[in-house]
């Protein structure tokens, strides 16, 4: 059995080029709004659920994106309704969010 039952990695990534990055996308609000919902409702710790930070995941076309194992599931997100649906479908009883699903074809 894994440490955590669930895992969201969330690219953070700021590049100062200025070229395209999550960060430019509302990436901080993304994970800072996932962070508080699963402390919110009790998700997080131990054979639970982390929420961790990342850099660039090379999947920069579809982003603000974030990752869920051990499901290996990739997610581009919007808004914290989005994130909503995620921690409550996906994080908390395994249901993967179809409607938010990155295409495999999404790259760099
Ligand atoms: S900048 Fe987020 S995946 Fe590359």
Do not use: T
């Not at 590049?15 to 962070?35: I, L, P, T, V, Y």
Request: hydrophobic share 35%; proline share 4%; aromatic share 8%.
């Amino acid at each position: 059995m894994s440490y955590f039952e669930r895992h969201i990695f969330f690219c953070l990534n700021e590049r100062e080029s200025g070229e395209n990055s999550c960060a430019q996308h509302g990436a901080q609000q993304g994970f800072d709004h996932c962070k508080a919902r699963v402390r919110d409702l009790g998700l997080g710790g131990p054979g639970a659920v982390r929420v961790n930070k990342a850099g660039c995941l090379d999947r920069c076309a579809g982003g603000p994106v974030a990752v869920v194992y051990p499901e290996a599931v990739w997610y581009s997100y919007v808004d914290n309704a989005d994130i909503d649906e995620i921690v409550d479908k996906h994080l908390k009883h395994g249901q993967v969010v179809e409607r938010l699903v990155l295409p495999n074809n999404v790259g760099r």
